[in-house]
């Protein structure tokens, strides 16, 4: 067996897992000495341009018990996490210069943000030091995807085609056996806590349609809780576009945004439920809205920048307006429309929100209001527990019409409510609560 020498820092991101993981199974595999590294990185807590935090309480509780769940898991392994909070780029070239690390690994990000502070790092960081990125986000891995980016399709449909057609799932990554002589040990690391992070605590709202915490083995109940125990999985299609409860829809959405669940991991147990339980629209069509999310990460990857611009990936101009009372009575729930008002309450008390509320009122945002669009896609950031540059971005602009929907629709939202709210009980719920 080859000798594994030197030392390996994994930086991590929105890949904070442990299971099926590129950068750990790649980095332990060829390394006995690894370390692991997480910044709570200052300038996603900081405010966005229109004066909201980019990130609120509900998805910092959420990240910090990831962290947690992260960290524990790692002892077991052998590996220690350094947590901090300061800007990565300098905590980063610190430890790297400190330890003599030979190689750091971490996962590929191309949104602004993300890809700047990997640039600006790679600067600054000693040029010995060997860097291993992975794609660690996607259902398709982009190398399998054998098509410039510049040709991803525009429409979902042609893509998904593509996909469906030509590239196979890969299979999971074995898992990682703990590291016996790991040199790289240092004395545990603390958490921040939400008052550190410059945040006020929020309890859990009693009614939350989303009663968890963050972090791997929450995900993997949650995995199996929706097929193997509940089954629930069997009925997705007729239930996801609900409103009410845990069970309408998976909601794994807040583990994959910051990965600490595997859309990989998620295929694979629905190919093994269609063997062993039942294989019907609705086994398909959870995989279905993964290749949604696959997508408008290949979309944000053709157009860059363009996610994040007023005029879109299509560089449409239309009349926007910023009235910051008329966008108020929207974030605070007291719009014309009942059905707006309840979702975006029950938004504002549990960070969370349903696809259909989603769909709902950011089509009245953007297209009844006409107000610019940007101010309800940083509203979102800074509240979902689910966040994910690309699928936010990517659904704003596709609802606002300057994105991929080449209808270009806009909702009905008295229609809506009568279809999907037909006993009012969303609203009920959320606009009658004190
Ligand atoms: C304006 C707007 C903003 C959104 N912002 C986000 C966001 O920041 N983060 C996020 O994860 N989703 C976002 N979505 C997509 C969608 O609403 C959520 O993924 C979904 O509601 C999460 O619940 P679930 O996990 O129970 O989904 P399920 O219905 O169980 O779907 C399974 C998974 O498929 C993926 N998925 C489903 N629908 C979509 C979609 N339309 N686009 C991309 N992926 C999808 C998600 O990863 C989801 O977890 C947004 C939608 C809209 C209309």
Known sequence: MQEKKGKALI???????????ASFYFASNKYNNVIAYYSFDPQFFSKNHWGYNRTESFRAQFLIDTISSLKYQLEKLNITLIIEKRNPIKGLDYWIRKLKIDSLFFQ???TRDEYETEKNLINVIPSNVSIKTHFDQFLFHPNDVKMEIKQIPEVFTVFRKICEKKINVRSLFPDIVPLKE???RLKAFSLPSLSDLGLKIKENHSKTAFPFKGGCDEALERLNNYLWKTKKLSFYKKTRNGLLGVDYSSKFSPWLANGSLSPRKIYWEIKRYEKS???NQSTYWLIFELIWRDFFKYISMKHRDKI??????LDRNYEWNRSKKLFKTWVEGKTKYPFVNSNMLELKKTGWMSNRGRQNVSSFLAKELKIDWRMGAAYFESMLLDYDVHSNYGNWIYVSGIGNDPRDRKFDIKWQSEKYDPNMKHQNLWLNEN
Do not use: A, P
């Open 108 to 110: 590929k990000e191309w």
């Open 277 to 279: 339980i039942q294989k």
């Open 182 to 184: 790991n040199k790289l």
């Open 308 to 313: 994040f611009k007023l005029e879109g990936i």
């Open 11 to 21: 930086w991590l991101r929105n890949d904070l897992r442990i299971e099926d993981q």
